[in-house]
């Protein structure tokens, strides 16, 4: 009795490779990679409102050095981040403005002083005459007096007496006439001498502001900024350069309408790279800035976020100025990394400066002992 054997299946073949199942780090790896993007897009959305993550920038207090008068750049004597000191000369102007206003107003005083001196000359002379006419008016009066006294005794003809009358009164009117005169040279005497002393004074603060064109550093600090260049015509007011001084701070912008709160006072951490620097919240402005451009998120609208000022701990190697810091707490997880890798990469460099030296000695030590 024979048994057939079964056809085998194409489809089971031995001298095929059979599929492994795969193992379970496989699976395990894409949930960590699906987790990881799930939070990464969940903090970029709103991690800000869950714990402190805001954006600052490193800066120092600003002033604009510009001009009271139009003028032409003739010379600026200082560079992008170069050092200025308070009083020192930084640029040269040229202003036709300022020299024909300096003219004008110089022709103006030596009209006026002019006009001045012939008062005063014309006072002295009205304070020569007029004793003189009060004692001739006196003498008229006296003589009209005793014509008056013949005319009663039948002494004195009518056209007599009308000579000595017409006498008396013109030397009256002329002593009214000179009085009146130095009345009106002691009231207006004082208003033309202050007209002369405020011309003097404006020519004066005019000179002095312009300083001969000389342009001079209002502070001590850095230039930030050259606005113009050598050629140039700027207004009245126009800024030309702008000079950053004081201590070094970071303007950050917090949300607002967060689950956290922050306070004057308190300590944040300041992340530029894989530096990290430490600091205090010293003022937090009372507006809701919008952020600059470099902090605005794409595709959505302009943003407003509270402004708060830091105060950077000192003794610090600080980054350049107008740097872009991530400011969160200090116990921030990535602050905590990144301390550890700075940590581990300073013990790196002492141990390889260690060996550098061991060998160097070796090497300089080896003739020496032969």
């Known amino acids: 009795m024979k048994y057939i054997r079964k056809a085998q299946r194409v489809d089971l ?67 992008q981040g170069g050092a200025v000191q308070k009083g020192l000369e930084i640029g040269l102007l040229h202003s036709q403005e300022v020299t024909d206003s ?30 003189i006419a009060r004692r001739r008016a006196d003498a008229s009066e006296n003589a009209r007096a005793e ?21 008396a009164y013109e030397t009256y009117d002329e002593v009214r006439e000179l009085e009146s005169e130095r009345a009106i040279i002691a009231r207006e005497l004082p208003q033309l001498e202050s007209t002369l002393a405020n011309a003097r004074g404006n020519v004066d603060r005019l000179r002095t502001s312009y300083d001969d064109g000389r342009l001079i550093a209002p502070i001590d600090g850095t230039v930030a900024e050259l606005l113009v260049e050598p050629g140039a015509v700027v207004r009245s007011g126009q800024p030309i350069l702008r000079v950053l001084h004081g201590e070094a701070f970071v303007l950050a912008y917090v949300p607002t309408g967060t689950l956290y709160t ?74 905590l990394i990144l301390a550890g890798v700075r940590y581990a990469a300073g013990l790196l460099s002492s141990t390889i400066q260690l060996v550098s030296s061991g060998i160097s000695g070796t090497e300089h030590g080896g003739p020496a002992m032969q």
């Open 147 to 167: 014509i008056e006294s013949l005319k009663e005794h039948g002494l004195l003809t009518a056209t007599a007496r009308a000579r000595v009358v017409n006498d």
């Open 102 to 131: 300096v003219a004008r107003v110089t022709a103006d005083i030596a009209k006026i002083q002019l006009s001045v001196t012939e008062m005063r000359v014309k006072g002295e002379a009205l304070a020569q005459a007029l004793p």
């Open 262 to 335: 922050v306070a004057p006072g308190d300590s944040v951490s300041l992340r530029v790279g894989f530096r990290v620097l430490t600091g205090r919240i010293s003022a937090m402005l009372p507006i809701a800035s919008q952020l600059p451009a470099e902090f605005q998120k794409a595709f959505q609208t302009a943003q407003r976020e509270q402004v708060v000022r830091i105060a950077v701990d000192p003794g610090q190697d600080l980054p350049p100025l107008f740097t872009t810091l991530e400011i969160s707490r200090p116990n921030n997880p990535r602050v």
């Open 13 to 79: 073949l031995r001298s095929e490779v059979r599929p492994r199942k795969a193992g379970q780090i496989g699976r395990w790896v894409y949930l960590l990679l699906l987790t990881t993007l799930g939070l990464y897009l969940a903090d970029m959305s709103f991690g800000k409102l869950l714990y402190l993550k805001a954006e600052g920038m490193l800066m120092r207090e600003s002033m604009s050095v510009s001009t009271e008068y139009t003028a032409r750049v003739v010379q600026i004597g200082v560079r």
